[in-house]
């Protein structure tokens, strides 16, 4: 039974584990989104989104703390340089993980994950949506009532004329 046995493994010592974690999470600090199995990219997330928070204060403290999960310089820069200025108002749920299929090789399941603020496709479709005026099913009703009060008006403007040239004669 695996009672209150809350983290994966990942087939590996503890050693091992963490430094396959730090790697990870210092890569995709640096590259914003990686390839990897849906297993390692379950427990990254994990291990990273706390890095992440810490990151939203920028002292020294913070910074050595980061540095001793990352043992990577260069992570940890583009982490407080990069990855903090976009995060600053997200509450949390700063990455995301897709589903690519399996590899090839093994048919591991394999996954991408990514920091969420660092997506082109999905940002720009939101700043562009953010300009547009939404359109929906109903709005087409509302065309064609307008067209309907058009004509509703033009009848009545057309019997009114009616009435005053037969009032006139």
Not at 19 to 27: E, F, P
Not at 77 to 87: G, N, W, Y
Not at 119 to 144: C, E, L, Q, V
Not at 150 to 165: D, F, H, I, L
Request: hydrophobic share 35%; aromatic share 6%.
């Amino acid at each position: 039974m695996r009672h209150g046995d809350k983290i994966n493994n990942l087939s590996r010592t503890s050693a091992h584990r963490k430094a396959l974690l730090a790697n990870l999470a210092s890569q995709l600090f640096q590259h914003k989104r990686i390839f990897t199995t849906l297993a390692k990219a379950k427990a990254l997330r994990v291990y990273a989104e706390p890095l992440i928070t810490r990151a939203k204060e920028d002292t020294m403290h913070n910074r050595r703390v980061v540095f001793s999960y990352l043992k990577n310089k260069e992570g940890v820069k583009a982490l407080f340089d990069e990855v903090r200025e976009k995060i600053l108002n997200r509450n949390g749920g700063y990455t995301r993980i897709i589903k690519i299929g399996n590899r090839k090789g093994d048919a591991a399941e394999m996954a991408m994950i990514e920091l969420v603020d660092f997506n082109d496709i999905y940002t720009n479709n939101k700043s562009s949506k953010a300009g547009k005026k939404s359109r929906t099913r109903r709005g087409k009703g509302s065309k064609a009532k307008s067209d309907t009060t058009t004509t509703n008006a033009e009848q009545t403007s057309a019997s009114n004329e009616t009435e005053n040239n037969s009032a006139a004669e």
